[in-house]
């Protein structure tokens, strides 16, 4: 699409405008001294003439050709062909930037100053694409060459093979960087467009190509750390262990669920050397009378919990913080592998994306479909087992059982499928289904640098939020919980406020003493930039109210950081406590709080940014967000979203099914 809208322009825009050109010229000569005006027209109608048009013409449509031929190549993975395709619109670029020399004569003419800028750097961005692209294609061609049969499986590739690819993918990292210059090169151009000066048919060729080519910058941005990390985290050129974790996003944790089930995962240049998954149990008792590091205060005031086990190591909304306790807690218990290189962590519902591509999966006599996985397993782990005379410590091996069929599965599709199981992959990262740490810094800054890491982000002078739940003794009661936040903004005699509301509707039928589901009681720690200050609350309790006379209290205000690989320091004004929801009842928490001088700063300036980070494992919460300080709206965007404003009110309504960040910029 980027490149048809150059290449358009390139074409019959720029035929079109000329003639337009000619005929406001033609004008102007009546109307302005004859000699003067007589040479002027001589001038532009030699600039503007159909007749040495063709030339850019014919150029700007062959390579038009060439980029809808490419495109079709790479579908395909003919990248050999595509390769050919891209070097010949490079070439017809570069010669309709010859063809347009000429015309620089007449910039000196205002109006054809304008267009001329136009053409000159929506060529330049053709020429720099076409070459990024192509050095690109060259990559996946190399990678491509070393498996080319399409019906191959993971299972089909050799070892040899799959060495050779990690091989070539790692070796290419200076080429990405190459791509990302030509891009950055391309958005450059591109920005260089004077806004105003066009004729109308100018501008139209031009605006979709700037909302467009920096999205291909940001793929190809994100695309290179990828392509760096992956050899390494796929265990080249040395074999990689990771500490495996299945959070159950059912029972929600601030990291993304109750980690039941912890395993060892072995990678060797992409070999599956070992997978073996285990009840956290397990461990966690092997480790009683070794662990003597207090838990968290409210797991020790809300479960009869009270030495902090591996179980409960993801009690931070930071995966890097979690991944490193995860890990110092396998080696405290007893665990025995002495030299870990990473945790990877994911919850149920990446076993259901996957178990969509793959289909139904009996293991032990049970079938699994994406529909019925949460309830059968269950079924099975917490019921069952104890009927097919399974020890206690051994009911969640079915876990294991299921997890190596999938597997099986997934190495045995075809390589036609690759495509979507990346997409699964990446959609699941970016609704930290999936988490990826690794112990190595330089790894793990390129893990953070594509979203892959589940960490607590950045938010420089700019508003943040994040509501963080910790179900604490209320069973699999998330599955049935409904929440949405609303989130406003307002002004009060020059200073600003935000309000953070979270409303919690439990679905449960009733609570029940043996079974999945009961009243929600939740430990919910709400993050705001650093220097808020509280300044009201509701719906706070000291405990559930119907079974331990719960009463309404003051929340927790507390300051946390986190360090990044680079160094760093994230901080945050966090506001923490406890709330209960009875079954088929609503509650809420509400917080407002004075917003910190860098807020107010960067909002006296009229640009307001926020950014809503979503809790690892969450499923779809409702979002509404309100932007409303009495001052007049001039924009206000967010990705993929629309907002509605009226007057000095703006709000978006969607989802935190993904980060969130919203910009409003004040007249």
């Not at 996946?140 to 050799?158: E, G």
Request: proline fraction near 4%; charge should be negative.
């Amino acid at each position: 699409m980027i490149m048809s809208n150059i290449l358009h322009f390139s074409t019959g825009k720029l035929q079109r405008s000329w003639k337009r050109l000619a005929r406001w010229k033609k004008v102007m000569i009546i109307a302005v001294p004859m000699i003067l005006l007589c040479l002027l027209f001589i001038g532009i109608w030699a600039l503007l003439t159909i007749q040495k048009a063709k030339p850019i013409y014919a150029e700007g449509l062959a390579a038009k050709q060439n980029f809808e031929t490419a495109q079709q190549n790479i579908q395909n993975q003919e990248f050999d062909k595509a390769i050919v395709e891209l070097q010949e619109a490079h070439t017809h670029f570069q010669s309709a930037q010859t063809q347009l020399r000429p015309f620089k004569k007449y910039e000196f003419i205002p109006v054809v100053q304008a267009q001329m800028k136009a053409a000159e750097n929506l060529l330049q961005a053709g020429v720099s694409l076409s070459a990024g692209l192509q050095t690109l294609a060259k990559v996946a061609n190399n990678v491509n060459a070393v498996v080319k049969d399409q019906d191959a499986s993971f299972n089909d590739v050799s070892a040899e093979q799959k060495r050779a690819v990690l091989q070539q993918l790692s070796e290419s990292s200076a080429d990405l960087q190459g791509v990302k210059s030509d891009i950055e090169l391309a958005v450059i151009s591109i920005e260089n467009i004077p806004d105003e000066g066009l004729l109308k048919q100018v501008r139209n060729a031009v605006e979709p190509i700037k909302e467009q080519l920096p999205l291909l910058e940001g793929l190809i941005t994100q695309a290179i750390p990828a392509a760096e990390s992956l050899p390494v985290i796929l265990g080249y050129p040395e074999q990689k262990t990771y500490l495996f974790l299945l959070q159950n996003n059912n029972e929600l944790r601030p990291g993304g669920g109750f980690i039941g089930t912890y395993g060892i995962l072995k990678l060797d240049a992409g070999e599956i050397k070992q997978f073996e998954t285990e009840n956290i149990y397990v461990l966690d008792i092997a480790g009683q009378g070794k662990v003597t590091e207090p838990a968290p205060g409210p797991i020790t005031q809300h479960t009869s919990t009270k030495q902090w086990y591996m179980r409960d190591s993801n009690w931070s909304p930071d995966f890097p913080t979690n991944a490193q306790k995860a890990e110092s807690k396998y080696y405290e218990e007893g665990g025995p592998e002495t030299n870990l290189d990473g945790v990877i962590a994911i919850t149920p519902t990446v076993i259901e994306s996957l178990l969509k591509m793959t289909g139904s999966i009996t293991v032990d006599g049970v079938e699994f479909t994406e529909q019925n996985l949460f309830e059968q397993l269950q079924l099975e782990v917490e019921f069952n087992y104890s009927k097919k005379g399974i020890s206690d410590l051994d009911r969640k091996a079915i876990i294991g059982h299921l997890a190596t069929e999938l597997m099986n599965r997934i190495m045995s599709m075809p390589r036609s499928r690759f495509a979507e199981l990346w997409d699964t992959f990446v959609t699941n990262v970016d609704q930290k289904q999936i988490q990826l740490y690794v112990d190595d810094p330089i790894t793990q800054s390129l893990i953070l640098a594509q979203n892959w890491g589940g960490e607590m982000k950045e938010y420089g002078n700019s508003d943040y939020l994040m509501v963080v739940d910790a179900n604490l003794a209320a069973l699999k009661t998330d599955r049935k919980m409904e929440r949405s936040i609303a989130y406003n903004v307002l002004g009060d005699n020059g200073s600003y406020y935000g309000s953070a509301e979270v409303t919690y509707i439990n679905h449960t039928e009733q609570a029940q003493k043996v079974g999945l589901y009961t009243r929600y009681r939740t430990y919910t720690r709400i993050y705001l930039p650093y220097g808020s200050e509280l300044v009201e609350y509701s719906g706070y309790l000291t405990n559930d109210v119907k079974v331990k006379h719960g009463v309404p209290t003051a929340p927790e205000v507390t300051e946390e950081s986190f360090t990044r690989p680079d160094g760093t320091v994230i901080q945050y004004t966090v506001v923490g406590g406890f709330t209960a929801i009875e079954p088929r009842e609503t509650g809420k928490l509400y917080i407002k709080y004075k917003l910190p001088q860098s807020v107010a700063q960067q909002i006296n300036n009229k640009t307001y940014t926020v950014y809503i980070q979503k809790q690892s494992g969450t499923h779809e919460h409702g979002l509404h967000f309100n932007f409303d300080i009495g001052q007049k709206i001039n924009n206000a965007v967010a990705s993929d979203l629309t907002s509605s404003i009226e007057g000095n009110k703006v709000s978006f309504d969607t989802d935190l099914q993904v980060d969130r960040e919203f910009t409003i910029y004040l007249k």
